[in-house]
């Protein structure tokens, strides 16, 4: 007895708005913790090559600009290449075309670059 070859899908089921909220939580986590990792090791290496100590503040507009900056190429390079960030491959959410098919790069930076305007919807 042979079972029919039924066509695979890629195309699976929505994801809710608590596990995207979950999968941006960890994703947010994920790249301060990076960003501030970053910033420990450049400041480690100028202490190192001049003897000057630099201290981060938050109130510091070019550490403010340079965090956006930073979180737009976290999720815009995260969905170019795999279709998903940390966060949501952690909770196995992807995201795909229409279709269902894979996201163009493309798509993917257009999608960081327009990220923020859902906030607001």
């Known amino acids: ?12 089921h929505y994801a809710g708005s608590v596990s995207r909220f979950a999968a941006y939580a960890i994703d947010l ?4 913790a990076v960003f501030s990792l970053a910033l420990a090791a450049i400041s480690y290496a100028v202490h190192i090559v ?5 201290n981060w503040n938050r109130e510091n507009v070019v550490v403010a600009v340079i965090f956006v900056v930073w979180q737009f190429v976290y999720f815009g390079y995260s969905w170019a290449v795999s279709g998903r960030t940390f966060g949501m491959a952690a ?3 992807r995201v795909v075309a229409v279709d269902g098919s894979v996201l163009e790069p493309r798509r993917g930076v257009v999608r960081a670059l327009v990220f923020p305007l859902s906030f607001l919807l």
């Open 91 to 93: 909770l196995g959410i």
């Open 29 to 32: 986590a994920a790249s301060t």
């Open 50 to 54: 001049t003897g000057h100590n630099v």
């Open 1 to 12: 007895m042979t079972v029919p070859s039924v066509p695979a899908s890629y195309q699976g």
